[in-house]
């Protein structure tokens, strides 16, 4: 507890007695920490930040001005409980971001990943889990309990039902709702957002091997056939073929056949 001997406080700031501020790290003017906040090391607050709730930063975040960063969930049912956010090692959260702590009803934790990009003015709600690499174009919203994987990208001024899955490596274009769980490396676009292909671009930058970019291209042309069958059950059918031989594809059907509140983005 209490603030490391190399950690740098400016004079304007307020930092609530019981607050912790990790070595190295930085709190600029007019930001306020509160009581139950732990900012780890070499955490960066440029100027006018409020860190609330408990609260706690990973190391070398850095945060932007006019940021609100735990304060209390957007959502009527909360009823005072104490919950918690917690945001990973490294991420970069800029100007007017806010990211609330968790409803007892939803597990009462927020958790942020590692190395994350959250531009301006962009909205992490209650109890998501959002995870490692993480892009939020401008104005892109989360609502409560949505559960986003790596490497994702969040189009400026998207919107993320509550409930909705986001599968890893996906991308959302700009402007677009998305009220279904995207699957696995799915390209979403269209102010109602519809899965509109796979995220190609992001597969190659990974280095994503041709063989399984080849399987990935198979495997959702199989989940657009089968007539009369659900989208569940041709993810079934998928994953009972000998041909299954890419862990990309086997990822998309244990993502389908997973547990789920909402429906999904079937391919056109």
């Given at each position: 507890?209490?603030i490391?001997?190399?950690?740098?406080?400016?004079?304007?700031?307020?930092?609530?007695?019981?607050a912790?501020?990790?070595?190295?790290?930085?709190?600029?003017?007019?930001?306020?920490?509160g009581?139950?906040?732990t900012?780890?090391?070499?955490v960066?607050?440029?100027?006018h930040?409020v860190?609330?709730?408990?609260?706690d930063?990973?190391d070398?975040?850095?945060?932007?001005?006019?940021a609100s960063?735990?304060?209390?969930?957007?959502d009527?049912?909360?009823?005072?409980?104490?919950?918690?956010?917690i945001?990973?090692?490294?991420?970069r959260?800029?100007?007017?971001?806010?990211?609330n702590?968790?409803?007892?009803?939803?597990?009462?934790?927020?958790?942020?990943?590692?190395?994350g990009?959250?531009?301006?003015?962009?909205?992490?709600a209650?109890d998501?889990?959002?995870?490692?690499?993480?892009?939020?174009?401008?104005?892109?919203?989360?609502?409560?309990?949505?559960?986003v994987?790596?490497d994702?990208?969040?189009?400026?001024?998207?919107?993320?039902h509550?409930?909705?899955?986001?599968g890893?490596?996906?991308?959302?274009?700009?402007?677009?709702?998305?009220?279904?769980?995207?699957?696995?490396?799915?390209?979403?676009?269209?102010?109602r957002?519809?899965?509109?292909?796979?995220?190609?671009?992001?597969?190659?930058?990974?280095?994503?091997?041709?063989?399984?970019?080849?399987?990935?291209?198979?495997?959702?042309?199989?989940l657009k056939?089968g007539?009369?069958?659900?989208?569940?059950?041709?993810a079934?059918?998928?994953?009972?073929?000998?041909?299954?031989d890419?862990?990309?594809?086997?990822e998309i059907?244990?993502?389908?056949?997973g547990?789920?509140?909402?429906?999904?983005?079937?391919?056109?």
């Amino acid at each position: 507890m209490g603030i490391a001997p190399t950690a740098q406080v400016h004079e304007s700031a307020v930092v609530e007695p019981g607050a912790t501020i990790g070595a190295g790290s930085i709190v600029g003017p007019f930001c306020v920490i509160g009581p139950e906040v732990t900012l780890g090391a070499d955490v960066v607050l440029k100027s006018h930040v409020v860190v609330a709730g408990w609260t706690d930063i990973g190391d070398g975040t850095e945060i932007f001005p006019f940021a609100s960063i735990g304060e209390i969930p957007q959502d009527k049912k909360f009823g005072g409980e104490r919950t918690r956010l917690i945001v990973g090692k490294r991420n970069r959260i800029r100007e007017g971001v806010t990211m609330n702590t968790g409803t007892e009803g939803g597990g009462g934790i927020t958790r942020v990943g590692d190395d994350g990009l959250f531009l301006a003015n962009s909205h992490v709600a209650h109890d998501c889990q959002v995870g490692d690499r993480v892009i939020m174009v401008n104005s892109s919203a989360l609502a409560g309990h949505c559960v986003v994987g790596d490497d994702v990208i969040i189009g400026g001024l998207s919107g993320v039902h509550q409930f909705v899955r986001i599968g890893r490596g996906v991308i959302i274009g700009a402007v677009s709702m998305v009220t279904n769980d995207v699957i696995p490396y799915g390209l979403v676009q269209g102010p109602r957002g519809r899965l509109d292909g796979l995220n190609l671009v992001g597969l190659k930058r990974r280095g994503v091997a041709k063989a399984d970019i080849t399987a990935l291209r198979a495997a959702l042309q199989a989940l657009k056939q089968g007539e009369g069958a659900s989208f569940q059950e041709r993810a079934r059918r998928l994953g009972e073929s000998d041909e299954i031989d890419s862990d990309y594809v086997r990822e998309i059907v244990d993502f389908v056949l997973g547990d789920s509140d909402r429906s999904f983005l079937t391919p056109e």
